[in-house]
């Protein structure tokens, strides 16, 4: 491990950022979803009725937790077929100027599932599979989509922990057209601005040809990138425009667009912290969250910065300097294959932190060149359900099970019934909240260890050695937890892997979203019991640290084998100069 | 500690006299999701990037369009992608591990080897080997910059470090015919720091250098 300054400042200062955006966020969020009082209001209410009128939704009526999680489930569906439709078609329809052929099914399959699911995991590379038409008319959409039934998700949630014996958890169609109109769309055109002044393409062109001073020819894809990356990152969706994604000069091209792409990534995820305190009644209970998760970012920022910074044992006497050096002949230092330049080691270490404590999945250096360990803090951010701050809304309906779980043991251990925002944690509750984790485990682990004992699984890894068996690991992880980035050394545009990656994706949103929604319809009609002497309070220090405990140790006692057959025994070996 | 205004939160919604069954639930949410995402589509898969494109292409022509460097009339990079280096007159960027050549700005992408990979030690074995070759002027036993011989993410980096620059000096000048002193304050013209200082790092941009090489050389 090896830490500079530089790279803890800019953690530090990230941090400060986040923390300073959370409360504003939130309390826009709170005009959104609740007052409906928002700023755009006079120019984007007509936009909203005519949208309710075609779609012959009455906007007063509220859905109990079924009959919202059935709309979500039909919107899902249809924005499916239509992608998938979209990509088999692209060779006849318009906007193709390169001619790119028609999708394959399998892959126009888990494309379709990967951007509807809000994973945006990507077998395949943007520049030389997708039509312009079906970037921004399919992708770019599902952009939105995807991220607008996160957030409804979650605020159906927050309303099904916060109402006081109610039957109902508002209007699917209502909130996610109110996420889109006034939350996700005004953020997108300024942020798209911002990057196009950064240096982000946005232009109907598909490449451009210039001779070098050298005289080499060189073709250059570009096309309307800003637009797509605005939403990428703020959705959380993560699927880039090139296959290197935010890596790309035209995707991230300076150290400011960096920060701002980071910033947008946890920005609605805090925000909806601050969301979640102000429905309860008590914004310290937002706060109480914000303090687990941020001291979750902490450590997995600062471990992936310290060993990335250290570099390559294996390249140490091949005679070339990997130490930092700031002021004369400044240069990063520490492993800098499969990282760029101007993002240099804190920059590239605290965007792969951020990408996937959230389920972004943005990659701005390629995780598969990582250091074990430096590539393992990723895949535990992601195993542990990326609820620091986590995914646009299913970051804070994946926490709030915890919370429910943590203060379930702390029921257990004082010997009470446990409540938590003053309604009773009973046995249904706990149920579905168990069911919900158990999942995520029985995906990653049940088809992680399917694809290493069968051949198709094993023939598409890219690095022998036990860090084959990350790649597959990661793979999983990344599809459950609808994350989207990868250990990429894996080949897995194969029918096993499109097929077993989908449906990765759909247990990991679909399969856990469900019991969630079926939490929630069982405590909206709870009553709200006012605390009394024996109630553990949820919005001190001490409810923090509990819920930690929790995250961690589920997180510890179900992957901590799997993490030691991959990254860590890597790591040993690399430190006995072992290459494969 | 603050509260909402009651109306506005914890009120129930009174429950309509018969609840849907789930079958009506299913019936009625088949309208809306099928016109929904058409809408959607028409919004923001058309008139959203539509309307980023006329306002790019009005506020910001150039990053629009690529940031395209001419020289003598002609196109001849885009400030941001890296391109290939190979003759000694130049500085020289990244490693590009991009396919079927290096710069490949059609196909961005990195090597994606990990780090216990034989193949990446040899690999880095054989840019040291050649740099030394390509750089006889410098001390021998000057260890190289680690970012001059590890691939870049995109494989289009257009940066290196300063101490990667500061490596080619001795060739340069001697190529060139220029003192190293002035190769140097070319260089040093081009460094680009942080970003308020703390984000990012200190880059060189090689094209950047490679025009203003020539520019001093009279070309």
């Not at chain 1, 920022?301 to 070339?320: D, F, K, R, S, Y």
């Not at chain 1, 620091?388 to 099970?401: A, D, I, R, W």
């Not at chain 1, 944690?425 to 579905?432: A, F, H, R, T, Y």
């Not at chain 1, 260890?449 to 198709?456: C, D, M, P, S």
Request: with cysteine.
């Amino acid at each position: 491990m090896s830490f500079t300054f530089n790279g803890l400042a800019q953690i530090a200062v990230f941090f400060a950022l986040i923390a300073l955006l959370t409360k504003p966020v939130g309390l826009y969020l709170v005009a959104v979803f609740e007052k409906k009082n928002t700023w755009f209001e006079p120019l984007l209410r007509p936009v909203e009725r005519g949208c309710y009128w075609l779609c012959g939704v009455d906007s007063q009526q509220e859905q109990d937790w079924k009959g919202y999680t059935i709309a979500m489930l039909w919107f899902t569906v249809a924005g499916i077929l239509l992608l998938y439709a979209l990509e088999r078609l692209q060779g006849t329809l318009p906007l193709n100027p390169t001619h790119l052929p028609g999708v394959d099914p399998a892959l126009a399959w888990n494309t379709a599932i990967s951007f509807s699911s809000n994973t945006n995991w990507q077998n395949y590379s943007g520049e030389t599979t997708m039509s312009n038409l079906t970037q921004m008319a399919g992708l770019a959409v599902h952009n939105f989509t995807s991220a607008a039934v996160g957030i409804a998700i979650a605020v159906a949630v927050v309303r099904g922990f916060t109402r006081r014996s109610a039957h109902t958890l508002g209007n699917f169609w209502v909130d996610v057209t109110r996420g889109i109109l006034y939350l996700l769309l005004p953020i997108s055109v300024v942020f798209a601005l911002l990057l196009v002044w950064q240096g982000v393409p946005q232009t109907f062109a598909s490449t451009i040809q210039v001779v070098s001073l050298e005289g080499f020819k060189q073709t250059i894809a570009l096309g309307p990138v800003a637009s797509q990356e605005a939403i990428k990152m703020l959705g959380t969706n993560g699927g880039g425009f090139f296959n290197a994604n935010s890596a790309h000069p035209f995707e991230n091209p300076t150290a400011f667009s960096n920060l701002v792409e980071m910033l947008a990534i946890f920005a609605l995820g805090a925000g909806l912290l601050y969301f979640f305190g102000k429905l309860a009644g008590n914004t310290r209970q937002g706060w109480a969250l914000f303090a687990a998760v941020g001291a979750l970012f902490l450590i997995g920022a600062i471990v992936c910065l310290g060993a990335e910074q250290a570099g390559n044992p294996l390249l140490a006497n091949l005679g070339i300097d990997q130490s930092v050096h700031t002021y004369t002949l400044a240069q990063p230092g520490g492993n800098m294959e499969g990282k760029e330049m101007r993002f240099g080691i804190g920059s590239s270490t605290l965007f792969t932190t951020i990408t996937t404590d959230a389920s972004c999945g943005a990659i701005n250096s390629w995780i598969d060149s990582y250091t074990p360990l430096g590539g393992m803090i990723p895949l535990i951010n992601i195993q542990l359900g990326e609820i620091v701050f986590g995914g646009v809304g299913s970051g804070l309906y994946g926490l709030l099970v915890f919370a429910i779980l943590a203060v379930f043991i702390a029921g257990l251990m004082v010997g009470r019934t446990p409540e938590f925002l003053g309604k009773k944690i009973q046995q249904g509750e706990i149920q579905m909240a168990a069911l919900a984790i158990l999942i995520l485990p029985l995906s990653i682990l049940g088809l992680s260890a399917f694809a290493a004992v069968y051949a198709g699984g094993v023939s598409q890894i890219g690095n022998a050695g036990p860090h084959g068996l990350t790649e597959i690991l990661y793979a999983f992880s990344s599809t459950t937890g609808n994350n989207g980035s990868a250990f990429a050394g894996l080949a897995s545009n194969t029918p096993f892997y499109n097929w077993t990656l989908a449906f990765a994706m759909i247990l990991g949103r679909f399969a856990f979203l469900i019991p969630v929604m079926a939490l929630s319809g069982l405590l909206v009609g709870k009553k709200i019991a006012p605390a009394g002497l024996g109630t553990f309070p949820t919005t001190g220090a001490l409810f923090s640290a509990l819920l930690i405990g929790v995250i961690l140790l589920v997180g510890a006692l179900t992957f901590f084998p799997a993490l030691a057959l991959g990254p860590i025994v890597e790591h040993l070996l690399m430190l006995a100069g072992k290459s494969y | 500690m603050t509260t909402l205004a009651p109306t506005t939160t914890n009120t129930p919604v009174p429950a309509p006299a018969t609840r849907p069954t789930i079958w009506q639930q299913t019936l009625s949410a088949i309208r809306p999701a099928i016109v929904l995402t058409l809408l959607c589509t028409l919004g923001l898969g058309l008139a959203y990037p539509a309307a980023i494109t006329g306002l790019a292409q009005f506020l910001f022509p150039s990053q629009a369009n690529g940031s395209l460097v001419y020289h003598n009339g002609q196109p001849v990079a885009s400030a941001l992608i890296g391109q290939y280096w190979t003759q000694p007159q130049y500085l020289h960027g990244r490693p590009s591990a991009t396919t079927p050549g290096p710069y490949n700005a059609d196909n961005s992408g990195g090597s994606n080897l990990g780090p216990t990979s034989a193949a990446l030690v040899q690999t880095v074995q054989q840019r040291v080997a050649a740099l030394r070759q390509a750089n006889p002027d410098v001390p021998p036993g000057t260890a190289i910059p680690a970012d001059l011989v590890e691939a870049s993410a995109s494989g289009l980096d257009p940066d290196i470090s300063v101490a990667a620059a500061y490596y080619q000096i001795p060739r340069l000048a001697r190529v060139r015919g220029m003192t190293q002193a002035a190769v140097r304050a070319i260089i040093d013209q081009h460094i680009t720091g942080r970003f308020l200082g703390i984000f990012g790092d200190p880059i060189v941009n090689v094209l950047d250098v490679n025009l203003a090489l020539d520019r001093a050389q009279g070309h």
